[in-house]
């Protein structure tokens, strides 16, 4: 499984962005991608890496951080194997670049988006957003 993660680009205060991480490189012997959920993190110069949101394998849950809960949402089309951020409201702060991950679903949302490190199997290349004031 590969994630392909894209959409950044620069934007001004206000603006909107939507990212999209698309999954390929599937086999018979990988799990289906609706068993997996997935995430966006970002990090942005200087900082550690953060999470951003993350939809359940179903797409019936979502999580996202206090610091785009409102402006962001999270989607996903399991039949196109692909997820998406729409990022709206955009401020200098939500500068960085964003990774999408994929985990098998196999916990609580917060807890699968809250710890990357150990939930998250699979990470693509990024994407960098940049916001300007």
Known sequence: L????????LVETGGSLRLSCAATGLTLDDYPIDDYAIGW????????REEVSCISSTGGSTYFSDSV??????????????????????RPEDTGVYYCAAGIDYA????????????????GNGTRVTVSS
């Open 2 to 9: 590969q994630l392909v993660d894209s959409g950044g680009g």
């Open 41 to 48: 993190f970002r990090q942005a110069p200087g900082k550690e």
């Open 69 to 90: 809960k409102g402006r962001f949402s999270i989607s996903r089309d399991n039949a196109e194997k692909t997820a998406y951020l729409q990022m709206n409201s955009l």
């Open 108 to 123: 609580q949302l917060h807890r699968l988006c809250t710890m990357p490190t150990v939930s998250m199997d699979y990470w």
